[in-house]
């Protein structure tokens, strides 16, 4: 059980219930994401917390501009997206370095270990070097024993370094997608 949350993850879930905990014991108070099944417990964990806001996007680079408003208006904010995602957010990435901005994401990869749908393919292979070609640093872990870790060094980085990071969460550490008809 993690005795700050009172919550007892099952084995699976215990990186991603880590996630969540850093971000808590971080001080972060937004949460903007486009709804992902890789970030779905730490979702599920942020709209039950009270002192937390789970904010939707529409898409991705709505993320962005929401977590560095969040900075102007004194509060850390963090996003949550899919590496398909990261695409869509290139050009509002210039808003971080020309600003100045401390930056924290989590992606979930795609188009990587067992991926079944071709079209994430393109972004999964690029995504890495997208998210660096724009300054910001990257951080990876693609096994439960190293998320704490990685996440714990990029928030870090981020809120007392004022760095831009993105840390990359492996397709083999969230597991194959299984595609479910009518969904």
Known sequence: MNTKTGVTPDASEDWREDIFSILKEGGVKQVAYVPDAGHSHVIRRVHADP??????????EEGVATVCGAWLGGQRAALLMQSSGVGNCINMFSLISNCRFPFFSIVT???????????????????????????????????PEDVAATVAAGFSAAFEGGEAVCVLLGQRLIGKKKWEAGK
């Open 51 to 60: 002192e937390m806001r789970g904010v939707v996007l529409t898409t991705e």
């Open 109 to 143: 990869m795609r188009g990587e270990w067992a991926e079944f749908n071709q079209w994430q393919s393109p972004m999964g292979k690029a995504t890495q070097a997208a998210i660096e070609l724009m300054g910001i640093t990257v951080l990876r872990a693609d096994h």
